[in-house]
């Protein structure tokens, strides 16, 4: 590598973070700046919905990563990539190797200096790893109002505390992950809540009608469900739905989902599909430019297909991948899968890869006293997909052997007894990485 190499990443996402580890594995020296516009930074997500966290508990990463990592950190918005420099919306502001805690970020009057009123960092090479952004459909008269919100950042969180203050009722658009976890996130605000999800269960892509039912009857102990409709319009105070029916909503949260953002690619002359379109080893279409995360399409080894698979593990790997690259030290990136993990209300839910694929072999447990579904399915021996609500213990497990691709044939029907285990796998599995997965 030579020594003139300046590596730049757009973004400060868990890819991001994952590439920056692996580049100081392999070099030590290369000189690395991320560009971002987040103010909080390397936070775990999923915990935003929760309004009691605490800073120890938001951050994956210590607070003095860059720091130690000696990696340069850029406030400011990336518009394009021009030639080999990024161009910035505005000047930008740098502070060499520095991360504070987040209530020391909150304003950018400390930065030690601005880029001497130049909008272009230069690169050698590049990771895009923006992740992605809330779906806001344009159908929705009044989606853009003041009482209109998304849950996806910790300033999202934040407004939307103080936006409830004094308020009595909110509204969810969408009924999936993001959904749920906005509606739990209200009711600890002291909201009635009502769901409006335009399928006819919740998690309608990932659920079956079974496991649907279970987690729908759950979802209407807390909170108002409404199903097989759809907000045609926002108010200051009432949402109208597509029959008519007219509902108090303080508040609206926008949970349909996420896309993967390809704002910067597509002004960049970056091919696109779904996601930011790059090879085995995270490479885009133009040289030297790598993606990786939430942004990105990549390969969905149950389905074959390519496709954004928006989700942790996947960002993660595919960060280290492409870091791994960067550094030249060549890795391949052999695909992923989709995973759901979320507790509804109290109640845990996972979901694994093609859950409700209906050419498989079904294998199903089901106790509904103690709210228990678990269900694998099975297609040319091999497990593809899998649903548990309820009992998860041993939801990694299935994880390692659907990426395993193991055989399954000989002991499926053992899968949800109570003694199994590893010792069903077989050996050559065993002494290798079958082990389980983070969900």
Same mark, same amino acid.
């Given at each position: 590598?030579?020594?003139?190499?300046?590596?730049?990443?757009?973004?400060?996402?868990? %890819?991001?973070? *994952?590439?920056?580890?692996?580049?100081?594995?392999?070099?030590?020296?290369?000189?690395?700046? !991320?560009?971002?516009?987040?103010?909080?930074?390397?936070?775990?997500?999923?915990?935003?919905?929760?309004?009691?966290?605490? @800073?120890?508990?938001?951050?994956?990463?210590?607070k003095n990563f860059?720091?130690?990592?000696?990696?340069? $950190?850029? #406030?400011?918005?990336?518009?394009?990539?021009?030639?080999? *420099?990024? !161009? $910035?919306?505005?000047k930008g502001y740098?502070?060499?190797? !520095?991360?504070?805690?987040?209530?020391?970020?909150? *304003?950018?009057?400390?930065?030690?200096?601005?880029? @001497?009123?130049?909008?272009?960092?230069?690169?050698?090479?590049?990771?895009?790893? !923006?992740?992605? +952004?809330?779906?806001?459909?344009?159908?929705?008269?009044?989606?853009?109002?003041?009482?209109?919100?998304?849950?996806?950042?910790?300033?999202? =969180?934040?407004?939307?505390?103080?936006?409830?203050?004094?308020?009595?009722? %909110?509204?969810?658009?969408?009924?999936?992950?993001?959904?749920?976890?906005? %509606?739990?996130?209200? +009711?600890?605000? &002291?909201?009635?809540?009502?769901?409006?999800?335009?399928?006819?269960?919740? #998690? =309608?892509?990932?659920?079956?009608?079974?496991?649907?039912?279970?987690?729908?009857?759950?979802?209407?102990?807390? =909170?108002?469900?409404? $199903?097989?409709?759809?907000?045609?319009?926002?108010?200051?105070?009432?949402?109208?739905?597509?029959?008519?029916?007219?509902?108090?909503?303080?508040?609206?949260?926008?949970?349909? &989902?996420?896309?993967?953002?390809?704002?910067?690619?597509?002004?960049?002359?970056?091919?696109?599909?779904? /996601?930011?379109?790059?090879?085995?080893?995270?490479?885009? *279409?133009?040289?030297?430019?790598?993606?990786?995360?939430?942004?990105?399409?990549?390969?969905?080894? $149950?389905?074959?297909?390519?496709?954004?698979?928006p989700i942790w593990?996947?960002?993660?790997?595919?960060?280290?991948?492409?870091?791994?690259?960067?550094?030249?030290?060549?890795?391949?990136?052999?695909?992923?899968?989709?995973?759901?993990?979320?507790?509804?209300? /109290?109640?845990?839910?996972?979901?694994?890869?093609?859950?409700?694929?209906?050419? &498989?072999?079904?294998?199903?447990?089901?106790?509904?006293?103690?709210?228990?579904?678990?269900?694998?399915?099975?297609?040319?021996?091999?497990?593809?997909?899998?649903? #548990?609500? /309820?009992?998860?213990?041993?939801? /990694?497990?299935?994880?390692?052997?659907?990426? @395993?691709?193991?055989?399954?044939?000989? #002991?499926?029907?053992?899968?949800?007894?109570?003694?199994?285990?590893?010792?069903?796998?077989?050996?050559?599995?065993?002494?290798?990485?079958?082990?389980?997965?983070?969900?």
């Open positions: 590598m030579k020594s003139s190499e300046k590596i730049v990443i757009i973004g400060s996402s868990v %890819a991001a973070i *994952s590439a920056i580890e692996t580049i100081r594995e392999k070099n030590k020296n290369l000189p690395i700046t !991320v560009i971002t516009k987040d103010t909080d930074l390397f936070y775990s997500r999923p915990l935003i919905s929760y309004t009691n966290f605490t @800073d120890e508990q938001c951050y994956y990463r210590d860059f720091r130690k990592n000696n990696v340069d $950190l850029i #406030f400011g918005e990336a518009m394009s990539v021009k030639n080999s *420099s990024v !161009v $910035l919306k505005n740098i502070k060499p190797c !520095v991360i504070s805690a987040r209530s020391e970020m909150k *304003s950018y009057s400390h930065f030690t200096r601005s880029l @001497d009123n130049k909008k272009n960092v230069k690169f050698s090479k590049l990771l895009i790893a !923006v992740g992605g +952004k809330p779906i806001i459909p344009s159908n929705i008269a009044g989606i853009n109002g003041k009482n209109v919100f998304t849950l996806t950042t910790i300033e999202d =969180a934040d407004n939307i505390k103080k936006f409830c203050k004094n308020k009595k009722h %909110a509204v969810v658009i969408g009924c999936g992950m993001i959904g749920i976890k906005s %509606a739990e996130f209200l +009711k600890c605000l &002291g909201l009635d809540v009502s769901i409006v999800e335009l399928m006819d269960k919740p #998690f =309608a892509s990932v659920l079956d009608d079974k496991s649907g039912k279970i987690i729908a009857d759950e979802i209407k102990k807390h =909170a108002k469900l409404i $199903l097989n409709n759809s907000v045609y319009e926002i108010k200051e105070n009432q949402c109208i739905l597509k029959n008519g029916e007219k509902i108090s909503a303080d508040i609206v949260i926008c949970a349909i &989902g996420v896309v993967p953002n390809l704002d910067i690619a597509k002004k960049s002359q970056i091919k696109t599909n779904r /996601g930011i379109v790059v090879d085995k080893f995270m490479r885009t *279409s133009r040289k030297n430019i790598y993606a990786a995360g939430d942004c990105t399409e990549a390969m969905d080894i $149950l389905s074959g297909k390519k496709m954004p698979i593990p996947v960002a993660y790997r595919q960060g280290a991948v492409a870091g791994s690259n960067i550094a030249e030290i060549i890795m391949e990136y052999a695909g992923g899968f989709g995973r759901n993990s979320v507790d509804v209300f /109290g109640l845990p839910l996972i979901t694994l890869g093609l859950s409700n694929e209906k050419s &498989g072999e079904e294998i199903v447990f089901s106790d509904e006293k103690s709210k228990v579904y678990k269900k694998v399915i099975v297609k040319d021996g091999k497990i593809i997909g899998a649903i #548990f609500i /309820g009992d998860i213990s041993r939801a /990694g497990i299935f994880t390692g052997m659907i990426k @395993d691709g193991i055989d399954v044939s000989n #002991f499926k029907n053992e899968i949800f007894s109570e003694n199994f285990g590893y010792i069903y796998v077989p050996k050559e599995f065993r002494s290798k990485e079958v082990t389980p997965i983070e969900i």
